[in-house]
């Protein structure tokens, strides 16, 4: 949904918003920030559905992360999700083409996805030194670094999946975060935040019904407001060139945490469309 906006915090010290920033195509704005770090992207792409049920997408903005001082982007490879609307165990994902991570400090790192075997094959390389390093994997279980001769040293594995992952599409402990709601937050978010999509909650109590005939009327009211000149507008991001990169993306405007604190009662957070209806569907 047009304006729909996402909240996590997490237990190890970082937290992560977004926000639904574009309809056609669709276009999420998000942003995570912890101990060091800072991290963006605008989420877009090409999204291509096969007759087959498969899906493939082709995003078209770069990644960007800042360390302390340093600064990285990379771009995303295609992905294709095979058997997208069969049960999660029944889904296959392949991620295919090339990565470049480039770093401000002159290294840079090419990474080759092999779509078929979930192969991760590249280098590292200091343009100021020359030095090189190989890396070996897969993108599904682990990255490993080349050693002289035959030997390999871990620099990356994969975590397990949550053990509820199951039951509960093949969520992540990340998406299941996103969409759980105690009752303690509920003033404590934006109206617009997911967790109040009825469509969600009803999928939550197994009511598939009730959930697509919330789906339906959502997406109707969201057709009525564009027609009628009222449609959604981004609060919490801003359309500008990143100053590193000099790539035109979605950023944020610092206000969003800031409007947390307050609970969302400033009068600048009330400007944000009632994109679910009434506050009184937060009950």
């Not at 060091?36 to 770069?62: A, C, D, R, S, Y």
């Not at 080759?112 to 070996?136: H, M, P, Q, Y």
């Not at 990255?143 to 053990?163: A, S």
């Not at 407001?225 to 009222?230: F, H, L, N, Q, T």
């Amino acid at each position: 949904m047009m304006g729909e906006t996402f909240d996590y915090i997490s237990e190890d010290g970082w937290r992560y918003h977004g926000e639904q920033v574009g309809h056609h195509p669709p276009c999420s704005a998000v942003t995570a920030s912890g101990r060091g770090f800072e991290w963006w992207q605008t989420v877009q792409g090409v999204h291509k559905t096969t007759w087959g049920g498969n899906i493939e997408l082709m995003p078209e903005f770069p990644v960007r992360l800042r360390i302390g001082g340093d600064e990285y982007i990379w771009n995303k490879v295609k992905t294709t999700i095979l058997n997208a609307a069969s049960n999660p165990e029944n889904r296959v994902i392949r991620n295919e083409g090339v990565m470049m991570i480039k770093c401000s400090n002159g290294v840079e790192c090419k990474l080759v996805f092999k779509g078929d075997k979930n192969s991760v094959n590249g280098e590292i390389k200091d343009k100021r030194s020359g030095a090189t390093c190989k890396l070996i994997g897969r993108w599904d279980r682990g990255l490993n670094r080349q050693l002289p001769g035959e030997d390999q040293e871990n620099v990356f594995e994969v975590p397990p999946p949550h053990p509820y992952a199951r039951s509960y599409y093949g969520f992540s402990k990340f998406s299941m975060g996103l969409n759980e709601l105690f009752p303690e937050d509920r003033d404590k978010l934006p109206y617009t935040d997911s967790r109040f999509r009825p469509d969600m909650r009803f999928l939550e109590y197994a009511d598939a019904g009730r959930a697509l005939a919330a789906k339906h009327q959502l997406e109707g009211d969201q057709r009525m407001r564009a027609k009628s000149g009222r449609a959604a507008r981004p609060i919490w991001f801003e359309f500008r060139t990143d100053d590193w990169s000099k790539k035109n993306m979605w950023l944020s405007n610092e206000r969003y945490w800031r409007a947390k604190q307050q609970k969302f009662q400033d009068d600048y957070s009330q400007t944000a469309c009632h994109v679910f209806g009434s506050q009184e569907s937060r009950q």
